[in-house]
């Protein structure tokens, strides 16, 4: 069955890193758009960042400068480097991923920026 599988959120002190990857399976037509949303608690989810074609990206303007998405297109596999964090980047990060005929979710990974 088709799968999203998140890792690499957690906790850290603002100003640290983290690395968060999305692995893809289970899809059989091409993965046009992989990318990550989130939604802190009580608002919309929001854009992160997307990357189209392994090679176009789109960011928030909030992530811009702090955050690079990359794509593993051999493993099918998103990255999102957080750089510099900020109390405000703590939410619940969800991956996506796009194919002609459908749009897919991860469960979400939570990601928690102390002061």
């Known amino acids: 069955q088709v799968q999203l599988l998140e890792s690499g959120g957690g906790l850290v002190q603002a100003g640290g890193s983290l690395r968060l990857s999305c692995a893809a399976s289970?899809?059989?037509?091409?993965?046009?758009?992989m990318g990550w949303y989130r939604q802190a608690p009580g608002k919309q989810r929001e854009l992160v960042a997307t990357i189209t074609n392994g090679v176009s990206t789109v960011y928030a303007d909030s992530v811009k400068g702090r955050f690079t998405i990359s794509r593993d297109n051999a493993n099918n596999t998103v990255h999102l480097q957080m750089n510099s964090l900020k109390p405000e980047d703590t939410a619940v990060y969800y991956c996506?991923?796009?194919?002609?005929?459908?749009?897919?979710w991860g469960q979400g990974t939570q990601v928690t920026v102390s002061s």
């Open positions: 289970g899809i059989i037509f091409r993965i046009n758009v």
């Open positions: 996506h991923a796009h194919t002609i005929i459908r749009n897919y």
